[in-house]
């Protein structure tokens, strides 16, 4: 009977070790499942709205303001920036975003925000023409210490901050300036990917495709382009209706006029037209313009002879 009674208590043992091991077993294939794959696809941010002060100031000193009252957004300052190349202020606004870094050089997000502050800055003052003080500000943004320090600013961000959609788009607007177009194209579709729903991203991804497509060479695809191109562009503008006081006007009319749509080439060229007289443009920008609206619409005319 001992022998007996103590087999059935090992029996019994061994059945509760067996339920706590089995019990184990199901939460560790509970918990390993709900881990994703490295095959599955990367989770987006929330879409996140810029403020909306940024997209409207017109003067240096609301800029100043804003740039140290959004430097912890970057979706504000990413924008921010975009306004203050409209309104010719880039160069200042990449001295304020340098002083900020300077400050607190560790800080991911300066980091991003200086880099593409000082490369739209340095490009924006190469493309105008300019007054002894921005011709001695961008002597000093041009220097060869504050391009390396913007260059490993912009490296160091998207190594730190790889899950933001605005540090992608702040290095390919970066490339698209300094024309590097396929990089651009990477660097934007990564924005793009990172948050489908940001209107912004759609566009910087346009831009490197109308860029694609004024290399092209061979008309079939360099209609390709200019049709991919427009998806994005309209998508942009879709997803973020101030894109439409932008250049975006002129990305649509380069692929209109690629795809033989003249007189709708035209109608986006009057409306940039309008944007820049409400700007408070520049004569050299309002000839430009006038000069690429007169050659389309040649070109309109020529069709309805």
């Not at 912890?72 to 203050?84: E, M």
């Not at 190594?159 to 970066?174: D, G, I, N, Q, Y």
């Not at 990917?193 to 860029?211: I, M, N, Q, R, V």
Request: proline fraction near 4%; aromatic fraction near 8%.
């Amino acid at each position: 009977r001992r022998v007996e009674t103590g087999g059935r208590r090992r029996v019994t043992q061994m059945k509760k070790i067996l339920r706590l091991v089995f019990t184990a077993a199901l939460l560790a294939l509970t918990n390993i499942t709900s881990i994703p794959s490295a095959s599955a696809s990367p989770q987006t941010r929330p879409s996140q709205i810029p403020a909306p002060e940024v997209l409207t100031f017109t003067n240096e000193a609301a800029m100043t303001r804003l740039i140290q009252k959004h430097s912890s957004d970057l979706r504000s300052s990413f924008r921010l920036v975009t306004r203050a190349r409209q309104l010719r202020l880039a160069e200042k606004a990449a001295f304020q975003y340098q002083k900020l870094w300077e400050a607190s050089p560790n800080n991911s997000y300066l980091k991003a925000e200086y880099a593409f502050a000082h490369a739209v800055g340095v490009w924006t003052l190469l493309y105008y023409r300019y007054t002894p003080e921005q011709q001695r500000l961008r002597n000093m943004l041009g220097s060869y210490p504050a391009a390396q320090n913007a260059r490993r600013c912009r490296d160091e961000s998207l190594k730190e901050l790889p899950s933001a959609p605005e540090v992608w788009a702040m290095a390919a607007e970066s490339k698209l300036d300094q024309g590097q177009y396929k990089e651009a194209y990477a660097l934007a579709e990564r924005a793009m990917k990172l948050d489908p729903e940001w209107g912004y991203a759609h566009y910087t991804f346009g831009k490197a495709l109308s860029d694609l497509m004024s290399l092209e060479k061979n008309q079939r695809k360099k209609n390709d382009w200019a049709r991919k191109a427009l998806a994005e562009l309209q998508r942009a503008e879709q997803l973020d209706p101030s894109l439409s006081k932008g250049n975006i006007q002129l990305r649509y009319a380069s692929a209109y006029e690629q795809l033989g749509q003249f007189e709708r080439a035209v109608e986006c060229l009057d409306r940039r037209i309008a944007v820049n007289a409400s700007l408070g443009g520049t004569a050299e920008q309002s000839k430009s313009l006038l000069d690429i609206r007169q050659r389309v619409a040649a070109k309109a005319k020529a069709r309805t002879r």
